[in-house]
């Protein structure tokens, strides 16, 4: 057998070469060969001759020697990132259980709606995002849920400084279930965070907020649904609570797709809240990106949004950038460079125009019955931490089942990729042991 380059193969080159023999679900993986076993370093794909009198911009800083990559021939190239390709793990080819983390339903019609252009889009989803959280405004330039932690906490830290008390509050009372992003984002703009204690239940009691509240609490960060899967049935009782001690509330709004179209986090009173374009509105989200993180604020923060936003005079939209052009508002300032992620907002905006009122409220209910149907299926073999509150956005299960067994959560995992099924999220949340 001759190779691209029409010298015979090695034995390491062939293995490289060979596909996955597949029986039923199950994948014989023949053994993959590096790059560096498959090319030579004294070989080239390209021939791209040497330019003549080419005045260097590098500064000195030019390469002295040979680098060491491997050559390889186009097809060799190809064929090698194809083969990685088909390594990859997703929706079109499996259950992806990662608990809300990522949307399980990306539309085709949503990346083809993404190639179109306007600023008249932003502000048709803006008005959506805040009709379905309850809201009076919406920052929309934040880039991802963290981002929008970050946006929604600059404006409560500007409307504490607003009011004088700028150097008196400055705790955040953090629930120990919270995501890690969140206390986080509190310590990063300068606040003190204080843990608040989860019940034996998984939910966050009004009384144990109560104890922690004073003329130094600036804010509480709270999950709705939590990330134990559970909706916080005293939420409405915290918030009234904040507010009457001055502070204010912040929903982490990673888990909305639980109630869209059931439940508006502004009329259980919550101050702002970020909503992760991926996990509730069908935008793409893994290695890393792309993401958006619009934050939607309650009346008494709306003006204390960041710059810029959209304004329609007339008949026409216009971006206010400047604090100064923001009239009687109180902007912050800037996030981020440029206004949005404009591909997210568009597969988000075909998503909800796509389903309707009644269907976003359909894709909710769906993802609840679904999370409790698998609940249901699996509790008899399983084990399950909080039996009290039905699943919300996903079913959470503990290492309790694998007691004496000498097996743990990882153990699991693994055992269900060799069956061919993609590993659901582990050890998450903390407070739950092997969740």
């Known amino acids: 057998m001759l190779n691209n380059q029409g010298r015979p193969t090695s034995a390491g080159e062939a293995a490289a070469h060979a596909h996955p023999t597949f029986t039923g679900n199950r994948a014989l993986i023949v053994e993959e060969?590096?790059?560096?076993?498959?090319?030579?370093?004294?070989?080239?794909?390209?021939?791209v001759p040497t330019p003549k009198a080419v005045k260097s911009r590098l500064g000195g800083q030019e390469r002295k020697a040979p680098i060491g990559l491997v050559g390889l021939s186009e097809p060799e190239t190809m064929r090698h990132f194809v083969r990685l390709s088909q390594k990859n793990y997703g929706i079109d080819t499996g259950l992806f259980p990662l608990g809300s983390c990522t949307m399980k339903h990306n539309p085709r019609l949503?990346?083809?709606?993404?190639?179109?252009?306007?600023?008249?889009?932003?502000?048709?989803?803006?008005?959506?995002?805040?009709?379905?959280t309850g809201t009076e405004a919406v920052a929309m330039s934040p880039k991802a849920?963290?981002?929008?932690?970050?946006?929604?906490?600059?404006?409560?830290k500007a409307a504490i400084e607003a009011k004088g008390e700028g150097e008196t509050r400055r705790v955040v009372l953090v629930p120990d279930s919270a995501h890690g992003t969140n206390p986080a984002t509190a310590a990063l703009i300068g606040f003190e965070v204080k843990p608040v204690p989860a019940r034996a239940?998984?939910?966050?009691?009004?009384?144990?907020?109560?104890?922690?509240?004073?003329?130094?609490?600036?804010?509480?960060?709270?999950?709705?649904?939590?990330?134990c899967g559970i909706f916080e049935p005293q939420i409405v009782e915290i918030a009234r609570a904040m507010k009457k001690a001055g502070a204010y509330f912040y929903c982490d709004g990673a888990n909305f797709n639980a109630i869209v179209g059931k439940a508006k986090p502004g009329d259980l009173g919550i101050d702002c809240m970020h909503i992760n374009l991926h996990k509730t509105f069908s935008t793409p989200h893994g290695g890393g990106g792309p993401g958006a993180g619009p934050v939607v604020l309650s009346k008494r923060l709306a003006p204390f949004a960041p710059v810029p936003f959209i304004r329609r005079k007339g008949k026409k939209l216009e971006l206010v950038e400047h604090a100064a052009d923001a009239g009687k508002a109180q902007p912050f300032g800037r996030v981020t460079a440029f206004h949005g992620q404009m591909g997210m907002y568009v597969r988000a905006l075909a998503y909800m125009l796509s389903h309707g009122a009644d269907g976003m409220k359909q894709a909710s209910?769906?993802?609840?019955?679904?999370?409790?149907?698998?609940?249901?299926?699996?509790?008899d073999l399983m084990s399950v931490p909080f039996p009290e509150h039905p699943s919300m956005h996903e079913a959470l299960f503990d290492d309790t089942w694998l007691k004496d067994t000498g097996v743990t959560t990882l153990d699991f995992a693994k055992a269900m990729i060799d069956e061919g099924y993609h590993p659901m999220t582990m050890y998450f949340p903390l407070v739950v042991h092997g969740a």
Request: charged share 20%.
């Open 33 to 47: 060969a590096l790059l560096f076993e498959i090319g030579r370093a004294e070989t080239t794909g390209v021939d």
């Open 365 to 379: 209910e769906d993802a609840v019955l679904s999370a409790n149907y698998i609940r249901a299926g699996l509790q």
């Open 201 to 227: 239940d998984g939910t966050v009691h009004v009384k144990d907020v109560k104890k922690l509240l004073g003329p130094d609490v600036a804010a509480i960060m709270l999950t709705n649904p939590n990330t």
């Open 110 to 132: 949503n990346e083809k709606m993404a190639r179109l252009p306007g600023l008249e889009l932003i502000e048709m989803l803006a008005h959506y995002l805040m009709t379905l």
């Open 145 to 156: 849920g963290a981002h929008g932690e970050l946006c929604g906490m600059m404006a409560i």
